[in-house]
């Protein structure tokens, strides 16, 4: 069965699932919004419906939870779930949701946004949550261009890859988002593709429920701009076409799971291990400087 015909099973069997009750996710989703604005064969609606499934699974209250989103296509989702979020301005999502988890660390907080606004714009701010090891998951979107403000060249964007901004090509070296994530402090880091459906949402469970900075990295080619421009098919062509260069190496050390333009995509679990959080390293460095007179800081 090929990856189009297992799309409208699933599609069919949620059909099934809801009858005329209507979607399967009208809990976690605001219909009164939908349909949403994002382009067909793109990638950040499946996302979306996956992360409602990894919540589902979880069974965590959604008044536990708050996603915070920053600009970009991606960055639209925080006005989709029907859980507190924040849609904060460029690449400011991290800094306004480690806010949010210090105010109430009791809380699960969700960053949801793309490769433009989380590792170029905020790139600095991925940096040091991650260095510091707040407890936040962050899901990134990487569609590999600017796609929201015309489909710029991006720091994801593959080298080769052409864009408004490189018409013969791109010539600079892409960040590999894996091999950032972890170098810089991440407890866990994997990467799917779009269509891995239920890897993804496995990821998701995963990221949500480790403490720490971890990190899901979602490729999703933009299919109006990246893919379009790099003539890489039509319609569901675009996005199986990564599904179907991507190999399984799970455990793969970081440094060698770079994205070409044209190459074999390696996604899996590349990270999984234990640190303290910043929130439990606070504490425990203040226990030992002030013994009987410290409090923890519970919020």
Known sequence: MSVTDELKAAVQAQTNKSGDAGHPMEDFLRMDRI???WCPTCGIGVVVNCFARALEKIGIPLDDV??????GCTGRVAGYVKIDSFHTTHGRAIPFATGLKLGNPKLKVVVISGDGDLVSIGGNHFVHAARRNVDITVICVNNFNYAMTGGQMAATSP?????TTSPYGNFETPFNLPFLAESVGATYVARWTALHIHRQTEAMIDALT????TFVEILAPCPTIFERRNKFGDGLDRLNYYYEHSE??????TANVDVGLRTK????????KDRPTWLDSMNSHLKRKLGDRFTPYEG
Request: hydrophobic share 45%.
């Open 210 to 213: 480790k403490p720490g900075f």
């Open 248 to 253: 399984i190496k799970h455990g793969e050390p």
């Open 265 to 272: 995509i390696i996604v899996g679990k590349f990270v999984d």
């Open 35 to 37: 349909p949403h604005i």
């Open 66 to 71: 708050a996603v915070v989103s920053g600009i």
């Open 159 to 163: 080298t080769d890859s052409i864009l």
